[in-house]
């Protein structure tokens, strides 16, 4: 299983670079709140088992963005499943989405050890795992935020990590449209 997922990682790193963005015919209007709620959901049993609270901010209204819905899925999928794994048990999870202008700002967060500062530029790179201690865990090959870096910058937007004070936050963005 894990040697099929990470076949699986490589192949999907494989044809969004063949691709160099996004095709036209893979883009799409979708509410992103509805599309972030859907995965929050499908982590409930995830959650329960660890006990975590869950800080959920999303606007009152549908916000619309246009793109691959099925990639900004496995973005917000593999951005809330790292949040979880590396969450305390009782801790908090957070997942927001604000707008500015003519950008939504998806924010995923976990209360937890923080990332160092000298390994902050290094969470996107691929086989990049944070924390050696981590590598333990065979789930993982450290492909997870190098794919969700290649997905949005192949969006034309961007990502970023803060982490300080036992809180670390990953922010995209998206664009707004009607």
């Not at 499943?81 to 939504?104: C, H, M, R, W, Y």
């Not at 981590?134 to 969006?155: A, C, E, M, P």
Request: aromatic residues 8%.
């Amino acid at each position: 299983k894990r040697l099929s997922r990470l076949v699986r990682s490589m192949l999907d790193i494989s044809r969004l670079q063949d691709q160099g963005r996004i095709p036209d015919e893979q883009k799409v209007r979708f509410d992103l709140a509805e599309c972030a709620g859907r995965v929050l959901i499908s982590f409930e049993q995830k959650i329960n088992e660890k006990h975590l609270s869950v800080e959920a901010e999303f606007p009152e209204h549908p916000l619309y963005t246009e793109g691959s819905e099925d990639h900004i899925t496995q973005v917000i999928y593999n951005l809330l499943d790292n949040a979880v794994k590396f969450s305390p048990e009782g801790g908090t999870l957070g997942l927001s989405i604000q707008e500015a202008g003519t950008k939504a700002y998806v924010s995923v967060s976990n209360q937890g050890q923080t990332i160092p500062p000298e390994e902050l530029p290094l969470v996107f790179d691929r086989f990049h795992k944070m924390d050696k201690s981590r590598s333990q865990n065979r789930d993982s090959w450290g492909l997870g935020l190098y794919i969700v870096k290649t997905i949005i910058g192949f969006h034309g937007e961007n990502i970023s990590v803060t982490s300080r004070d036992n809180k670390t936050t990953f922010t995209f963005t998206m664009p707004l449209v009607n």
